[in-house]
């Protein structure tokens, strides 16, 4: 069958395809410990389901408006005001999306195209560069170093911004790496940005959570000019362990909003009629699930660190928000396996699931193949018989 040539340039999502993989492994009784999937291993909680249910009881059973119904919109607008000091119009300024992931979709397909650049620091999530090739747009990536601890530098931005720079991604907290970028560096590369035409795509999803007292900022509360520029995108995926609910939203001039929901209105149209009553529930609800939650996430942070790094071979930066740990296995490309040499991320990615039988995903996706990331999302007992078993499956190495 000749599909669109499009389809040519989307790659699978690697993070699901490993997570699937590792899902098939347990179903055959497999013992497999999955660090793959970037995925609360939480349960919702009960009061943001009442939420949902309710809506459903009270009718919430039919299309909403585009952009989502009133109160989630105002909801947002009042969360942003208060977790990140900015305000929205809920009427013109705030669109509910399908997840975050189809305000990463929708933002880059009404914004760019061909003959366009979107700037892309990488390692980052494995979305960005796929949507944006996708629309025609051409990515550039920026590579950036341990030294940095993973973050673009407003000089590596300085160099590689043009006239076609449309967009600028920044994801901070990061997914894969997990840096977080301060204030200072935020506006160093803010003044970059002002220097040219170019938008900020801010994806905030993991701005909730964050370690050893780092806070993330938004580029969008720098100034109205640099609010102006900038699209915030967030979600509840990941600080309500809400993956499945499928919610998301972004923050942008109303012209911007506008043009998203035209495109969204031809595709899904309105995120789940229910799903947003339970998003009213999480925004307009008591927090304090979170910093337990959190406190958790930062105990098997500090397990993983430990362990990656006491593995010859395997080192890592201390992420500083997320919830993966992005290791460099660069070192023991080139050693025996059972199945040949390890040549890629790939290949040490497979054969930690076979032969470990812990998932991970291989960097490759997230733009730099010496690394494999693992999400440790998952129980403090996991992230420790993990850790030894990649120290065995690594020691078997020849
Ligand atoms: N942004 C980043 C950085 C992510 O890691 C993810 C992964 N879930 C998303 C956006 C999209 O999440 P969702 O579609 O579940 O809201
Ligand atoms: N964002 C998560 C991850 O990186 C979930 C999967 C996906 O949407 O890519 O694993």
């Given at each position: 069958m000749r599909f669109a040539?499009?389809?040519?340039k989307l790659p699978p999502i690697p993070t699901l395809a490993m997570n699937t993989k590792a899902a098939e492994m347990k179903a055959q009784g497999v013992d497999v410990i999955s660090f793959?999937?970037?995925?609360?291993d939480f349960d919702t909680p009960e009061h943001i389901k009442e939420g949902a249910i309710q809506g459903l009881r009270d009718g919430a059973t039919k299309y909403t408006a585009v952009r989502g119904i009133p109160a989630l919109r105002e909801a947002i607008s009042d969360w942003a005001e208060e977790h990140k000091g900015l305000r929205y119009d809920p009427k013109t300024e705030v669109i509910v999306t399908v997840g975050g992931k189809q305000s990463v979709f929708n933002a880059l397909h009404v914004l760019v195209e061909e003959g366009d650049e979107v700037v892309i620091p990488a390692?980052?999530?494995?979305?960005y560069e796929p949507v944006a090739t996708l629309t025609g747009a051409k990515p550039v990536l920026v590579q950036t170093s341990e030294e940095n601890g993973h973050k673009m530098t407003a000089e590596q931005l300085r160099e590689v911004v043009?006239?076609?720079?449309?967009i600028v991604v920044i994801n901070s907290?990061?997914?894969?790496?997990g840096c977080v970028y301060s204030r200072e560096e935020l506006e160093a590369i803010a003044e970059v940005v002002l220097s040219t035409g170019a938008m900020v795509m801010s994806d905030?999803?993991?701005?909730?959570i964050t370690y050893d007292g780092e806070e993330h900022v938004s580029m969008?509360?720098?100034?109205d000019e640099m609010k102006a520029r900038t699209l915030v995108l967030d979600g509840f995926s990941k600080t309500y362990a809400m993956?499945?609910?499928?919610l998301g939203y972004t923050l942008a001039r109303p012209e911007i909003i506008e043009a998203m929901d035209t495109l969204q209105g031809q595709s899904t149209?309105?995120?789940?009629s229910f799903a947003q009553y339970g998003g009213v529930a999480a925004l307009?609800?008591?927090?304090?699930f979170l910093d337990g939650w959190v406190a958790q996430y930062d105990a098997r942070r500090k397990a993983i660190v430990e362990g990656l790094n006491s593995i010859e071979g395997l080192s890592v930066v201390n992420p500083k928000g997320a919830f993966y740990a992005f290791p460099r296995?660069?070192?023991?490309?080139?050693r025996q396996g059972p199945d040949g040499v390890l040549k890629n991320s790939m290949d040490v990615g497979l054969y930690l699931l076979e032969h470990a039988h812990c998932a991970g995903v291989p960097g490759a996706g997230f733009g730099n193949d010496n690394y494999v990331r693992f999400s440790y999302a998952t129980s403090l007992e996991n992230v420790k018989e993990g850790i030894e078993r990649i120290r065995a499956a690594v020691g078997q190495l020849g």
């Open positions: 040539s499009r389809m040519s793959a999937a970037g995925e609360p390692p980052i999530w494995v979305a043009s006239a076609r720079t449309k907290p990061c997914n894969p790496s905030e999803i993991y701005g909730k969008a509360g720098f100034s993956t499945g609910w499928r149209s309105n995120a789940t307009r609800g008591s927090h304090e296995v660069s070192e023991i490309f080139g």
